[in-house]
C-alpha cells in the first residue's frame, strides 16, 4: 500500500473503494488492525503530541478524512485520489459485513445511540450481526469490562465513536485485548446513523464544504474549528 507524508503522517493513497477493499482484506486476515481516518484537527494536535503521532504510524491504515488533510497533500507535493471520511467508509464495511455475514460491535457515544445506530445498519444491510453495543460513558474502573464485552462478542468489525483523538488513543492501549480483526474511530457516525445529527447535505460535501455545514448546524462546535486556520497556516508555511 502507497502512503505519502503530510506533516509527518503515512497517508493512504486510496480511493473510498479501495479503501474499503483494504479493510475487508484485513477483516479476512483477522489479526487486529487499527484503522484511523485522520482528519486536520488531530494532525494539527499530533505535531506537538508525540503519542498522536506514534498512534498514526503504528496504525495499520491511515486515510485522509477530511478536505483539509487533501488539500495540505497536494501542496506537500504527495496528492492523495480523494477524501476517505470516516463515515463513508463505516458504509462501506457495513455493506460488505452484510454480504460477508459479518459481526459488528459498535462502541460510543450516549447511552440508546449506538443500539439505535445498529438497528439502522441492520435494516439497510441485510446479513449484518450487531454483534453488541455500548455507550461511551463508561468509566475507568468499567473498561476491562467494556473490553471484556467487546472480545466475546467475536466481532469482526469494531466501531469507536469516543470522539478524536480519545477513540485513536483507547483503541491502540487495547488493540490485542479487544482481539477484533478490524477497529477503526468513527466519531460522531453514530449519532448520524441513530438519526440524532443530520449530516451536512450532499450539494456541501461536493463542494468540499462539509466542515461548514457541521457548523450551520451545531454552532457549539466553532471552538473545535478554530484549529482549521492554525492548520493551513502550519502547512503553508511548511510547503512553501
Not at 480511493?15 to 479476512?28: I, K, N, Q, S, Y
Not at 450481526?129 to 467494556?146: D, I, K, N, S
Request: hydrophobic share 50%; proline share 6%; glycine share 8%.
Amino acid at each position: 500500500m502507497e502512503t505519502v507524508d503530510v506533516l509527518g503522517a503515512p497517508v493512504a493513497c486510496l480511493t473510498l473503494a479501495e479503501a474499503a477493499r483494504t479493510v475487508a482484506g484485513f477483516v479476512r486476515e483477522g489479526r487486529p488492525r487499527q484503522v484511523i481516518t485522520l482528519n486536520p484537527e488531530y494532525l494539527y494536535r499530533a505535531q506537538s503530541e508525540p503519542e498522536l503521532m506514534e498512534i498514526l504510524h503504528r496504525a495499520d491504515l491511515v486515510t485522509a478524512d477530511g478536505v483539509g488533510i487533501v488539500w495540505a497533500a497536494r501542496r506537500a507535493g504527495n496528492p492523495v485520489p480523494e477524501r476517505v471520511a470516516g463515515i463513508d467508509l463505516l458504509l462501506r464495511l457495513a455493506a460488505e459485513a452484510g454480504m460477508h455475514r459479518w459481526r459488528v460491535f459498535l462502541l460510543g457515544a450516549a447511552p440508546g445511540v449506538a443500539e439505535a445506530a445498529g438497528r439502522e445498519l441492520a435494516a439497510r444491510y441485510p446479513g449484518l450481526t450487531v454483534a453488541g453495543t455500548h455507550h461511551g460513558y463508561f468509566r475507568p474502573e468499567e473498561e476491562l469490562a467494556v473490553i471484556a464485552k467487546v472480545r466475546q462478542s467475536r466481532a469482526d468489525l469494531l466501531f469507536v465513536a469516543l470522539g478524536a483523538p480519545r477513540q485513536e488513543i483507547w483503541a491502540a492501549r487495547h488493540l490485542e485485548a479487544l482481539n477484533v480483526p478490524v477497529v477503526m474511530g468513527v466519531g460522531g457516525s453514530l449519532d448520524v446513523l441513530a438519526g440524532r445529527v443530520r449530516r451536512a447535505p450532499a450539494w456541501l460535501r461536493r463542494l468540499h464544504l462539509e466542515w461548514l455545514g457541521r457548523l450551520l448546524m451545531d454552532p457549539k462546535r466553532w471552538r473545535r474549528q478554530l484549529v482549521l486556520p492554525k492548520f493551513a497556516l502550519l502547512v503553508i508555511r511548511r510547503y512553501r
